[in-house]
Structures are given as structure tokens and as C-alpha cells.
């Protein structure tokens, strides 16, 4: 079982950037692929980013290419997510989520450890 931790949520007006983070006390998640996934209102959870296990590789969601990057610091078993230019279609539950293995992938299901999420909120 690993626990995962998102901190780093709030209330934001448009334009503005925001830094989440994912950690992973006392388990070492160095070998897995990690993937930020969102769910707004009445939405279904959709893929944001993810990166490799060596953080080399990265994808995003065309939503967010150009504005968000995905990052990991394998030492403090921390994934980030640093969001610039937020836009209110931001707004939504950002969850990260643990691969099944060392590659990325966009499909939830490839994904089997979740965190409980944290709240991005985008004014206009």
C-alpha cells in the first residue's frame, strides 16, 4: 500500500500560477511512473500530466501543454506540478496517482495508487 499526500491547492485568480505537490511519506516510489489527474463538477477525472520514473519523460494533457510541468525529486519522493497561467477551466479535485509500472501512461486504470486530492479553485 502506498499513502500519497497532495498538498498545495487554493484559491487562485486567473493568470496566476500555483505549485502542487505529491509526497509519498516512508514508501519509496522512485521506480514508478506519477500522474496528476483532475475531476471538476459534474466531469469525469481526466489525465493532467505524467512523468517517468527517472522524471526524463514527461506528457500532458493538451489543456495544459505549455502552462503546467510535471516534476519529481526521487530523493523526497515528492512529485510536483507547477500550474502558470491558470485559467477558471482549471477548477477542479487535482489527484496524483502512482503507475503500475516505470512508464507514463494517460489512462487512469494504469494507475493504482491515488491520493485524496486537492482543491484548485480559478477566479475570473
Known amino acids: 500500500q502506498v499513502q500519497l499526500v497532495e498538498s498545495g491547492g487554493g484559491l487562485v485568480q486567473a493568470g496566476d500560477p500555483l505549485r502542487l505537490s505529491c509526497a509519498a511519506p516512508g514508501r519509496t516510489v522512485s521506480t514508478y511512473a506519477m500522474g496528476w489527474f483532475r475531476q471538476a463538477p459534474g466531469k469525469e477525472r481526466e489525465f493532467v500530466a505524467a512523468?517517468?520514473?527517472?522524471?526524463?519523460?514527461?506528457a500532458y494533457a493538451d489543456s495544459v501543454k505549455g502552462r503546467f510541468t510535471i516534476s519529481r525529486d526521487n530523493a523526497k519522493n515528492t512529485v510536483y506540478l507547477q500550474m502558470n497561467s491558470l485559467k477558471p477551466e482549471d477548477t477542479a479535485v487535482y489527484y496524483c496517482?502512482?503507475?503500475?509500472?516505470?512508464?507514463?501512461?494517460?489512462?487512469?486504470?494504469?494507475?493504482?495508487?491515488w491520493g485524496k486530492g486537492t482543491q484548485v479553485t480559478v477566479s475570473s
Open positions: 512523468v517517468n520514473w527517472s522524471g526524463k519523460n514527461t
Open positions: 496517482a502512482t503507475a503500475r509500472n516505470s512508464y507514463y501512461s494517460p489512462r487512469s486504470s494504469e494507475y493504482n495508487y
